[in-house]
């Protein structure tokens, strides 16, 4: 009963600990906003959040799908005025990526420009053909979000329609 007991509290101690470093070194947010045309493609705004306890220099996005356009990719950042936290400025720095087209993806091999950032935010704008088909009058649409080499822990997907479509049904699988 003892050795039940001792290992109960082992037990108990050491969960914790280690949900505390799962999350500390792979906390990663998702937001993505999609919107879809009458010419069967998606616009695909990603902000991608994640902290950087490792200085993290180098980031790998595998998006789903075909024929892709990218836009543009940015770190967004704060710049702090005279050591006060809540008195800052929002910038940008374009992102260097190099693109590499696999058989049902795309692999982003990004290259931050403000590393040592405690909390990276990139926005990524694309363009995709591959998340539509067109049957008759009807599009249906099949979105994938990004994956990563770090654990995702939240993802939110938006979506909407130009003016001209409607969205005939408000719910998802």
Not at 78 to 84: G, L, N, P, R, T
Request: glycine share 4%; aromatic share 16%; net charge negative.
């Amino acid at each position: 009963m003892k050795k039940i007991m001792f290992l109960l509290v082992v037990a108990l101690l050491l969960v914790p600990s280690l949900g505390s470093a799962y999350w500390a070194d792979s906390y990663q947010d998702h937001q993505y906003y999609v919107v879809f045309d009458e010419e069967g493609e998606a616009a695909v705004l990603a902000t991608i959040t994640m902290q950087n306890y490792d200085d993290i220099e180098n980031l790998v996005l595998e998006i789903p799908g075909e024929s892709f356009r990218i836009i543009g990719i940015v770190q967004q950042y704060y710049v702090y005025e005279d050591d006060e936290y809540w008195a800052y400025d929002t910038e940008y720095d374009d992102v260097d990526y190099t693109i590499e087209e696999l058989s049902d993806s795309i692999r982003l091999d990004l290259t931050l420009p403000q590393p040592s950032e405690e909390q990276i935010t990139l926005l990524v704008y694309y363009k995709s053909e591959s998340y539509v088909e067109k049957k008759g009058t009807v599009y249906s649409f099949d979105f994938e979000t990004a994956s990563s080499e770090y654990d995702i822990s939240n993802v939110n997907v938006y979506i909407d329609v130009v003016d001209d479509l409607y969205l005939k049904e408000g719910s998802s699988e």
